[in-house]
């Protein structure tokens, strides 16, 4: 087979169903012309086309029991599940909307500055401030409170107390 | 409930489908069986079995008439909508059957094997048309059966092939050519030329 041949083979599928340029058309049925080898190749092929055209649409032709069967398993699957509606379905922009409606309502009070721990009750008094002692101890550093609700020398002794290195004076009981 | 209905023009199933979708319980009727009988042919053509078939094409109606509302004309005719479904839902089923190992021809026809001593024109006068074309379809793969009977079954032009099987028109050009090629050498052993032996009948 010379490349003539290959070349008219590889396009006799669009040659016969019309699909090929004008060009390309006209080598094809050129080469037919002069080559029986060819030819008689574009014959069977031309004829299984055909054969195929006219086959393959009776092929699995139903009986008509058939799909009145599967017509009555339609309508009760139908009447089962969701029927087809008269109005057209809802469309979808309605769901979106919602989404975006319960995302806002949930960003408000980051959007507004406030977090949700600012709308709680005010909790009881509780100890601000811990420091401990600078003495370096095997044992657990006792711990010193100091409550900011207590008297101005307390308070001095907890504004010193931010100095870890320095030891807070404690005031003298009265 | 007739086998080969008028085929219908795109403005009358456009109103079939507007009617349907109005809520008119005879518009549905009228569309399966308009298109019924379309649809059971490509799903008997890729499945090569009569309850698949009617099953794939039950779902296939059930799907199509839920989803009506969204059909839109503009992007498809109906009877290619209708096709994409079912050549989806046919697609399920060979991967849940794993159909692409399976021979079929010898799943249905082994009492019709013919002892290996006779001719092939011998054989092929045993068996009917369809038979030979069942058992050269169920030897293609099933794109390439896709393709074919797309094609020379339902006389799809190349671009609703293509929106069909969900790929470039080119690839289902080829995919047509390689069927018909195979089938050609599937089908001339059986007979000195399909169309000659196939003309007797």
């Not at chain 1, 009447?79 to 769901?95: D, F, K």
């Not at chain 1, 207590?150 to 290195?165: H, M």
């Not at chain 2, 308009?34 to 053509?45: E, K, P």
Request: aromatic share 8%.
């Amino acid at each position: 087979m010379n490349w003539d041949c290959h070349y008219t083979r590889t396009r006799l599928h669009g040659y016969l169903n019309r699909e090929l340029p004008v060009q390309e058309r006209r080598l094809v049925g050129q080469h037919l012309d002069n080559c029986p080898q060819c030819q008689a190749f574009y014959q069977r092929q031309r004829l299984l086309s055909r054969d195929l055209e006219r086959e393959l649409p009776r092929f699995g032709m139903p009986q008509p029991y058939q799909l009145q069967q599967v017509w009555a398993n339609v309508q009760a699957q139908l009447a089962l599940g969701a029927l087809p509606n008269s109005a057209p379905m809802p469309s979808r922009w309605w769901y979106s909307v919602a989404v975006v409606v319960l995302m806002l309502f949930l960003a408000l009070p980051v959007v507004s500055g406030r977090s949700r721990a600012h709308m709680l009750p005010p909790l009881p008094p509780s100890p601000m401030l811990q420091y401990k002692t600078a003495t370096p101890t095997a044992l657990k550093p006792p711990v010193q409170v100091a409550l900011f609700s207590q008297t101005a020398a307390v308070q001095r002794a907890v504004t010193s107390a931010k100095l870890y290195n320095t030891p807070v004076p404690l005031p003298s009981q009265p | 409930m007739t086998l080969f209905p008028e085929v219908p023009d795109d403005n009358a199933t456009a109103q079939l489908i507007a009617q349907a979708v109005a809520g008119e319980q005879q518009a549905y009727a009228e569309l399966y069986e308009q298109f019924a009988s379309g649809v059971y042919r490509l799903c008997y053509s890729l499945l090569l079995n009569t309850h698949d078939a009617e099953d794939v094409v039950q779902e296939t109606f059930v799907y199509a008439f839920r989803n009506l509302a969204r059909y839109d004309a503009n992007k498809s005719a109906f009877k290619t909508w209708l096709y994409t479904i079912a050549v989806s839902r046919c697609r399920n089923l060979y991967r849940r059957q794993r159909m692409l190992t399976l021979d079929i021809s010898q799943l249905l026809h082994a009492n019709l094997a013919a002892p290996k001593q006779e001719t092939p024109e011998a054989v092929f006068t045993q068996r009917s048309v369809q038979e030979a074309l069942r058992d050269a379809l169920a030897k293609l793969s099933p794109t390439l059966r896709e393709a074919v009977v797309l094609r020379y079954g339902h006389g799809l032009a190349y671009r609703e092939i293509a929106e069909v099987m969900n790929c470039p028109q080119k690839t289902a050009e080829s995919r047509v050519r390689l069927a018909h090629k195979q089938l050609h050498h599937l089908l001339l052993p059986l007979g000195q030329g399909l169309l000659e032996e196939l003309l007797q009948f």
